[in-house]
Every structure is written in C-alpha cells, then in structure tokens.
C-alpha cells in the first residue's frame, strides 16, 4: 500500500516521457515556425536569417519564416523567446550581444543561460570600421589621429545599447584614448543608413552590413577588428596592427526556450547543420565575409560559456576592454 504513490510517480513520469517522445516525432507539424530576428529588417543578422529560413524550413518540412523584433540591443527579441512555449515552433537567431547583455542590463528580461537553449552556432562574423566619404581620414591611422582631436567627437552609430557595435566603438575609443560619442539605434540598418546620410561619421559593423556600400565607394573600410586580414577585404588592415591585442569575435546561432523537448533540439540543430553546409549558403556567407560554422547544442554551449567568462556585474559603466578583449 505504501508504496502506491511511488508507482503512480513513476508511471507519470513514464507516461510524461512518451508525451515528449511522440511530440518530437511529430514535430513540426501544426504551424508555422517563427525565427525572431531580436534586430530591424536590413541588418547582418536579418540577413542571416532570411539566407537560411527557407532552406531550413524545406529541410524540416514546415514553413520557417523570419520575424523581426527590434529593440533594447536585442534585448526584447530575446525575451519573447525566452516567454515562447517550449514546443519549437519559436525560435531566435541570436549574436554575441546576447552573451554580452548579461554584463550590461541589470534586468535584460531574460537569463540566456537559464530560459534559452543552444541549438547550433551559425557562423562566425568579422567586424569592420567603416567611415562614410566625408570624413577626411583615409587610413586607420589618420582616423586614430581624428578620434583623438578634442574640438568636437566623432560620432559612431550602433544597432543598440549592449551590442558588439557598441562596445566595439567603445574599446576602440577607450584604446586610442579618443573622443567620441556613441549613437545607438534599433539595428544595424538604421545605423548604416545615417552612417551614410552623414548623421553619423562611424560604424563598427559587422561586415557583412556594409560590404555592398564598401564595394561600391558609398562607405571607406578602414580596419577589421580581427587578428589577421580578411581575404574579402585584403588590403584593409586589421586593427590589431595599429592597437595590439584589438580582436572581436562576433557569432550568431539558434536559440530554443528552455524546456524545449532535447529531441526537438537535436533534430533542428542536424537541420541547421545541413543549411550551414550547403554550397550555396556557404558561398554567400563567404562572400559576405562570414565563416560558416555549424556545431552541436554541446559545442555551441561551450562557446556561450567562453563569452560568459568575461562578465561581471554592473551595467553600462562596465569596462568593454575587459569585457570584449579578454
């Protein structure tokens, strides 16, 4: 008699288990599924998603269509996942920002490390510093020499408080000791589009936002925030030859929330995996500058804890240096 409730536990929980089990056969099959851009239409990272949303939707068998969600330096696309139900059909595209925030936002709305779940690292993103043409340094030199005039700051736009385009500028100017004020807006796109309309004088974007108005003359790359020269943009130096030690390494990946059932993961992360490794795709994000990546749930997580290890408490006021070269 006494052991009845223990049986009646463990039958539920068995019973709990082939619910999960016969969903994630099942899955996807009631609706379409949503991949939350947390950035404005027109951005790396829109971009990204729009390049890969078909290919994965044909892979899974469903519909995946791209949903914009803009705001707090992807902080709101974020936690609308985050709140999703866990049945995968609400997914988000997120990028290094997410990582980051945690170091910057006392509430952000979400905990990445507690209500999301890894699925699969996408690719791997260079950040460029671009100028439009009215400014008159020509060379990564001449800009450091520029950021450091005091009469009036250059300005850099961002796609948000928190994002690797802020803190980017951040670093550069701590590093150069310069002067210059940050712009933050809803997105890359918006950012670029003052950036040549002349409300902004500076961007540190990921490349592939500004490598068409790089290629066509709109907007003068002058540095990559790499160690090494990207073979997109050979005879752009990177910014580590003029300020040792500069680097920012930029991902994005596919996110879940939290209770998301694992055999949905994994099977979304070997979807994602096959998008990553077509030819097509492949192509275009190298010729965007990107590199394609591809991993597991387990391998992106531990990218995600590599980030983390540089956070400490606080908000804006923490230090980028430490944060983003460590």
């Known amino acids: 008699m006494t052991r ?9 929980a068995c019973l709990a288990a082939v619910g999960f089990a016969s969903h994630a056969q099942e899955w996807p099959s009631k609706k379409v599924i949503a991949l939350v851009v947390p950035y404005a239409a027109g951005g790396s990272t829109d971009a990204t998603a729009r390049l890969i949303a ?9 519909q995946v269509v791209v949903d914009n969600r803009p705001g707090a330096g992807s902080n709101l696309g974020a936690a ?29 709305g979400f905990d990445l490390r507690k209500d999301l779940v890894p699925v699969a690292q996408v690719a791997q993103i260079p950040t460029v510093l671009a100028v439009n043409n009215d400014v008159p340094a ?6 450091i020499a520029y950021a450091q005039q005091k009469s009036v700051p250059v300005s850099y736009g961002s796609a948000g408080n928190g994002t690797s385009s802020h803190l980017s500028g951040a670093l550069f100017n701590s590093m150069v000791k310069g002067n210059m004020l940050h712009v933050p807006y809803k997105g890359g796109a918006p950012a670029n589009t003052d950036l040549m309309g002349g409300q902004v004088q500076a961007v540190f974007s990921p490349l592939v936002e500004v490598l068409a108005y ?5 907007l ?17 130096p990177a910014l580590a030859e003029a300020l040792p030690g500069f680097e920012v390494s930029l991902w994005n ?51 995600l804890d590599e980030d983390f290890r540089c956070r400490s408490h606080g908000n804006a006021s923490i230090d980028p240096e430490s944060c983003l070269n460590s």
């Open 214 to 218: 790089i290629d066509s003359g709109k």
């Open 220 to 236: 003068r790359a002058l540095g990559l925030a790499s160690k090494t020269r990207s073979p997109r943009l050979p005879k752009v």
């Open 80 to 108: 609308f996942v985050a709140k999703a139900p866990p049945d995968g059909y609400t997914l988000l595209l997120g990028t290094s920002a997410a990582a980051t925030n945690v170091t910057l936002y006392k509430n952000p």
């Open 138 to 143: 020509k060379t990564l030199q001449e800009f």
């Open 4 to 12: 009845l409730p223990f049986i009646h536990m463990a039958l539920a």
């Open 253 to 303: 990946g596919v996110f879940a929330p939290v209770g998301t059932p694992p055999a949905i993961v994994d099977k979304l992360a070997v979807g994602i995996n096959k998008v990553v490794q077509d030819p097509g795709v492949r192509k275009t994000l190298a010729d965007q500058g990107s590199t394609p990546v591809g991993n597991t749930p387990a391998e992106f997580k531990k990218i």
């Open 54 to 62: 078909d290919k994965l939707g044909k892979e899974l068998g469903q």
